[in-house]
């Protein structure tokens, strides 16, 4: 496929590119910063499973390319390589993913490195931007791992998913009823490298921050379930 050398994706000193306002659904120029992404591991697994499980027909078809069934998805999720590639995660305060992001990379030595992008966002939290900020981060992370081009196969329906790539400057063409879009990156700079550090460091104190709070929570809720029982067997004849 030959690129166009004419639409490179628009640097910043901080390692980001520019998401235009539209793709964060009206949110004001500083939204994105607020929104914490982290990076996944060995011990998400099964909550990278219950977040593409929940997904519904629709979404899976334009997720996976196809209505992917349960069996499928836990062979996919079984079979994410973390050591190799990237899985990126956005949490609610219930500690529940919302968004998940996965960064494919292939960096054989005979060829170009690159990597593919594929996402999902749970439908109640569409809307947000999270699709679009997952991509701009993890473009960043394939920059900081050395790609040059970053690659999104999607069904041509699914035009959420080619409108971030598209506002990213990527070149897109579509091929029957699949599209394809790339994306050139240019390479790691300090600012790029140190905003992946800052960025990594904040998810994981906003993480320990929520899981806090739940506990907190959780505990509340549980005191509150006792004293109703207490309260209830003190009101029974005998007690």
């Known amino acids: 496929m030959t690129i166009n050398e004419h639409e490179p994706m628009a640097d910043r000193p901080d390692g980001r590119f520019h998401v235009p306002q539209q793709t964060v659904s009206q949110q004001d120029s500083s939204y994105h910063l607020l929104i914490p992404i982290r990076s996944l591991g060995e011990s ?16 899976r078809y334009l997720r996976f390319g196809f209505v992917a069934s349960d069996e499928h998805i836990e062979r996919y999720v079984d079979g994410l390589d973390f050591e ?55 473009a960043m992370d394939a920059r900081n791992k050395g790609v040059s081009l970053l690659l999104i196969h999607a069904l041509s ?3 959420a998913m080619l409108r971030i790539a598209r506002n990213a400057g990527a070149v897109i063409e579509r091929i029957g009823s699949d599209s394809e879009a790339y994306l050139r990156l240019t390479p790691a700079s300090l600012g790029s490298r140190m905003t992946e ?43």
């Open 44 to 59: 998400h697994r099964g909550e990278i499973a219950k977040h593409l499980l929940d997904l519904d027909a629709h979404d």
């Open 84 to 138: 190799r590639d990237e899985v990126l995660g956005i949490t609610n305060r219930k500690l529940s993913l919302i968004a998940v992001a996965h960064l494919a990379f292939f960096l054989e030595k005979t060829q170009t490195a690159c990597a593919e992008f594929g996402v999902s966002v749970a439908k109640s939290s569409r809307g947000r931007g999270f699709g679009a900020l997952l991509f701009e981060r993890a």
């Open 157 to 159: 329906e699914n035009t």
């Open 197 to 239: 550090i800052v960025e990594d460091h904040y998810a994981q104190i906003d993480y320990r921050l929520k899981a806090q709070s739940k506990q907190f929570v959780d505990i509340l809720s549980a005191i509150k379930s006792l004293n109703q029982t207490w309260s209830g067997n003190r009101g029974r004849p005998g007690s």
